[in-house]
């Protein structure tokens, strides 16, 4: 029965909106009726909004939004294994899971997924606000299996990847801040956190983890209060143009799919990348480590994804581990 189930509502997710007979899906399925109806009954018992018509038949409806590994796979290409991806309704951290995977073996294309997590973070063990509504995932990453060899342009193809993604299936506009937040507007609604694992002897990397938070439908007012002039939400709840389930998938895709990953080079990210920054030629204010603050303008990109700023006496420099503020006019 769980297969059918997987086969109908892959069937369903790929025809949403659109009603079709239960005669209609079980000829196309190679299914009895009897057998597409009980697929049914047992999604709407898993929260599915199924709806049926008389003499138009069964249709996924556009609402409903039942994050699922099964739902995920319906749009997901074929050359990726979707037994890797596991989803859980609550986790500390998906990046704390999927580090601990790694550590112990788990490979390239290893996807962890939670509806909800209680200690996200981001860079400089920040906290993650992640109530539900949004999607939050942690990709394992083997440096072998990736189109480019410089590792250091990870999260910048992770941004694109991202980006490429928002602007495919929600048709917004989205930007990216140095180094690691997509905004949409003047507010952040997507965040990445990039790890590693490294050979202690050889310092080589073993594996990555991208932690990506996406706030895909949640209240604005629900932001604690320090967050609200910050934080955004790509969709209102209830006004969602597209599921969660297929925008992981869209990013899946992108990141992972090795058919796609031979349109992709290094030139090609950072020219992505850089079109997509919000802040160059902007004043900007700088943060270092030790919390010293400075003014510069953004300039340019170099070729690991580090921005180049000017500085006051026109001198330019390259910023690795500091962070940058910017002020929309």
Known sequence: MAGTKQ???????????RYLSGEAIAEKLGLSRNSVW?????????????????????????????????????????????????????LES??????????????????????????GSGRKNRSFFSPEGGIYMSIVLDPSHLPFSN???????????????????????????????????????CGILTESGADFETGE??????????????NEKDFPPELREKAGS???????????????????NRLLSPSKAKTISQTSILNSYKKRLNMLDMTVNVIQKDGITYEAVATDIDENGKLMIKLPDNSIKTLS???ISITFN
């Open 7 to 17: 086969t109908v509502l892959n069937f369903l997710e790929k025809n949403r909106g």
């Open 321 to 323: 581990s500091e962070e």
């Open 38 to 90: 009980k697929a049914i009954e047992s999604l709407r018992r898993d929260g599915y909004r199924i709806e049926a018509i008389s003499r138009r038949g069964y249709s996924l409806s556009g609402e409903s939004d039942v994050l699922s590994v099964s739902g995920i796979s319906s749009f997901l290409s074929s050359d990726i294994d979707n037994s890797k991806i596991v989803l859980y309704d609550d």
């Open 151 to 189: 590792t250091a342009l990870i999260t910048s193809y992770t941004a694109v990847s991202i980006c490429k993604s928002l602007e495919k299936l929600a048709n917004v506009t989205p930007s990216i801040k140095w180094i690691n937040d997509i905004f949409l507007g003047r507010k952040k609604i």
């Open 234 to 252: 790509l969709f209102i709840p209830g006004e969602e143009i597209i599921s969660k389930n297929h925008l992981i998938a869209e990013i899946l």
């Open 94 to 119: 998906t990046s704390k899971t999927a580090k601990g995977m790694a550590s112990t073996g788990a490979g390239h294309g290893t996807v962890v997924i939670s509806k909800h997590q209680s200690l």
């Open 205 to 218: 990397i073993q594996w990555i983890v991208v932690g990506i938070g996406i706030n895909f439908a949640i």
